[in-house]
């Protein structure tokens, strides 16, 4: 059997990103709901809207910590716009 030389640095980011991924170990809902603070039926109604990165293994709902770590860092740069308030225009005053 012939021994192959990898050059690592030829490597792009995507596909040590591929590796990382599929070495990890996977997460059950349970550990998502503790790591994120939330019930183990938030984490589902995320799953329902496609909200949250996860797969489906057989019956049960697993998660990459790397993917669950990127979603959250996407959810904490987003701003709620239906919480600001608007400034009134003067009707009537």
Do not use: C
Not at 34 to 39: E, Q
Not at 45 to 51: A, E, G, Q
Not at 73 to 87: E, N
């Amino acid at each position: 059997m012939e021994r192959v030389q990898i050059d690592y640095t030829r490597l792009s980011l995507d596909w040590l990103t591929a590796v990382t991924l599929m070495t990890e170990p996977l997460l059950s809902a349970d550990d998502v709901a503790a790591f994120l603070g939330v019930k183990r039926d938030t984490v589902y109604k995320l799953i329902d809207r496609n909200k949250l990165p996860a797969l489906k293994v057989g019956r049960l709902w697993k998660f990459r910590q790397p993917e669950i770590d990127m979603w959250l860092d996407k959810q904490a740069g987003r701003r709620r716009t239906d919480t600001v308030k608007r400034p009134s225009h003067g009707r009537g005053a």
